[in-house]
């Protein structure tokens, strides 16, 4: 193989690399957009049950809208839940691929089985 056609080979895989890592970060960071997303959401939820709370301590009556601003807020807290826990695993998941790509490259070609 020529020097050149050497180069664009590599040239190409790097470039396949970049890609990949790229679309990498891209997703991990829309997850945690998403998640500050939620996040506002459910504090949006938690200033809205103060102001119900307090109007109905105020007049001396139940508010109806108290409930479905509870099961809001319950609803809220379990999707940051489950997005955090899909963050996490996503991280746990690229720390072990990093890890496997290390060990590939630490052991010597004739010693792979």
Known sequence: ???????????GKIASKAASKVGELADAATARIKLQ?????L??????LG??????????TDS??????IAEIDRLRAKIKKLESDIKAARKTKEAAGKSQQE???VPPEEKS
Do not use: H, P
Request: proline share 0%; charged share 35%; aromatic share 12%.
């Open 1 to 11: 193989m020529s020097g050149w056609d050497e180069f664009k080979s590599n040239a």
């Open 37 to 41: 997303g939620v996040k506002l959401r």
């Open 43 to 48: 504090c949006e939820a938690y200033e809205k």
């Open 51 to 60: 102001r119900l709370t307090y109007k109905s301590y105020k007049q001396g």
């Open 64 to 69: 109806a809208g108290i409930d479905a601003v």
């Open 104 to 106: 590939d490259k630490e």
